[in-house]
T-cell receptor, first 116, second 113 residues
């Protein structure tokens, strides 16, 4: 079965410290992986994606993610956290069984809290 | 380009009523997908429309339906509302090329009393 797991409900980090939000996936074939962020009372904002190529993907607002095929992981990282990064983060994978490219399977989300 | 827009932003309905939500995709985007977000179930795919045809469907009862118009705008309808339908309904659009990103609207918050 295709799935995405975000093992941490919440991640706490001090401002200025590096942050990591974890994501593992299970999908047949080559995965298309995405990270989105959601602020209170807002929709999802796209951060970055892995389709093919370099395993280190750079995205918006200084975020990056590393695709690791052997560990089936796609962890989101940022070298120096800001208080404004506090939000709900979602990892998603394209459902390869679906027609087209637009059916996403989401993880449960990880709440990131950055403390001053 | 303007982003994905959804109307209305907030809705309050009572059980048994029906509701229609609207989504206008980014200009040029032909694919529109709908997702339901709840605290208990998280983000779940409802359905996707492409060129006025439903291409994919999630695991929701037939009370949930949708359609897409020739200008790619989409509507979803929920009939005979239940308390459990209270959720944030998110619409996303993309150009539908391999590897494309889906861009999400701000959502419609539906409360069923």
């Amino acid at each position: 079965a295709q799935s995405v797991a975000q093992p941490e409900d919440q991640v706490n980090v001090a401002e200025g410290n590096p942050l990591t939000v974890k994501c593992t996936y299970s999908v047949s074939g080559n995965p298309y992986l995405f990270w989105y962020v959601q602020y209170p009372n807002r929709g999802l904002q796209f951060l970055l994606k892995y389709i093919t190529g370099d395993n280190l993907v750079k995205g918006s607002y200084g975020f990056e993610a590393e695709f690791n095929k052997s560990q089936t992981s796609f962890h989101l990282k940022k070298p120096s956290a800001l208080v404004s990064d506090s939000a709900l983060y979602f990892c998603a994978v394209r459902d390869v069984r679906a027609g087209g490219y637009n059916k996403l399977i989401f993880g449960a989300g990880t709440r990131l809290a950055v403390h001053p | 380009k303007a982003g994905v827009t959804q109307t209305p932003r907030y809705l309050i309905k009572t059980r048994g009523q029906q509701v229609t939500l609207s989504c206008s995709p980014i200009s040029g985007h032909r694919s529109v997908s709908w997702y339901q977000q709840t605290p208990g179930q998280g983000l779940q795919f409802l359905f996707e429309y492409f060129s006025e045809t439903q291409r994919n469907k999630g695991n929701f009862p037939g009370r949930f339906s949708g359609r897409q118009f020739s200008n790619s705008r989409s509507e979803m309808n929920v009939s005979t509302l239940e308390l459990g339908d209270s959720a944030l309904y998110l619409c996303a659009s993309s150009e539908d090329r391999e590897g494309d990103t889906q861009y999400f609207g701000p959502g419609t918050r539906l409360t069923v009393l």
